[in-house]
């Protein structure tokens, strides 16, 4: 019979609702908006790594219409 593990003690389980100034911390981020390395276009890998940074650093799982005009706009976007 296998042994089911808890997910506390699954190797494999990232415990992210502790806030400790674990070093891995960024690494386990899982609010990103770019999924992957799909686009060859650089403009939109740039804001893609502007949005997930806003993300992280407001600890933000979505942005609002206006938050993301504010990381266009951090950009050079301008109308």
């Known amino acids: 019979m ?3 593990l ?4 699954d190797p494999n389980f990232a ?4 806030h400790g ?3 891995n911390a960024a690494a386990l981020e899982r609010r990103q908006f770019r999924d992957g390395n799909r686009s060859a276009r ?3 890998v740039e804001f893609a790594d502007a949005i ?4 992280i650093t407001h600890r933000r799982r979505f942005v609002t219409f ?3 005009y504010d990381v266009m706009s951090s950009l ?3 109308k």
């Open 2 to 4: 296998k042994q089911q």
């Open 6 to 9: 808890t997910a506390v003690q």
């Open 15 to 18: 415990d992210r609702r502790k």
């Open 21 to 23: 100034a674990d070093s």
């Open 42 to 44: 650089p403009e939109v």
């Open 52 to 55: 997930d940074e806003y993300k």
């Open 66 to 68: 206006e938050e993301l």
């Open 76 to 78: 050079g976007y301008h």
